[in-house]
Nanobody
Framework: QVQLVESGGGLVQPGGSLTLSCAAS????????IGWFRQAPGKEREGVSC????????MYVDSVKGRFTISRDKAKRTVYLQMNSLKPEDTAVYYC?????????????????WGQGTQVTVSS
């Protein structure tokens, strides 16, 4: 059974940084995509970033380009989301998702497995 565990969330001041981790287990796929999504109170869940099987296969929503960086450690089956220059509008619950059928996507419907989420709050 696929298990995705997010960690690294917390409270940070505007302009600060956080690194989220998504540890994946319970499957034997060699090729799969991992996406990061977020949901703020009262808003729909949106795709933030995605990484495919190769490091060069990445996607970012426009609002985080230049501030967030996604990376993966294949040996550890862990994907990281480095978030810099954080803004109050980045406040949300961040989820990671996995699917072996796609290369990469920011569409939540493309992912079949989801983690429980980690809270990120950007506030002074």
């Amino acid at each position: 059974q696929v298990q995705l565990v997010e960690s690294g969330g917390g409270l940070v001041q505007p302009g600060g940084s956080l690194t989220l981790s998504c540890a994946a287990s319970g499957f034997s796929y060699d090729y799969y995509a991992i996406g990061w999504f977020r949901q703020a109170p009262g808003k729909e869940r949106e795709g933030v970033s995605c990484i495919g099987n190769s490091a060069g296969n990445t996607m970012y929503v426009d609002s985080v380009k230049g501030r967030f960086t996604i990376s993966r450690d294949k040996a550890k089956r862990t994907v990281y989301l480095q978030m810099n220059s954080l803004k109050p509008e980045d406040t949300a619950v961040y989820y990671c998702a996995m699917d072996p059928r796609i290369r990469c996507s920011l569409y939540q419907g493309a992912f079949g497995s989801w983690g429980q989420g980690t809270q990120v709050t950007v506030s002074s």
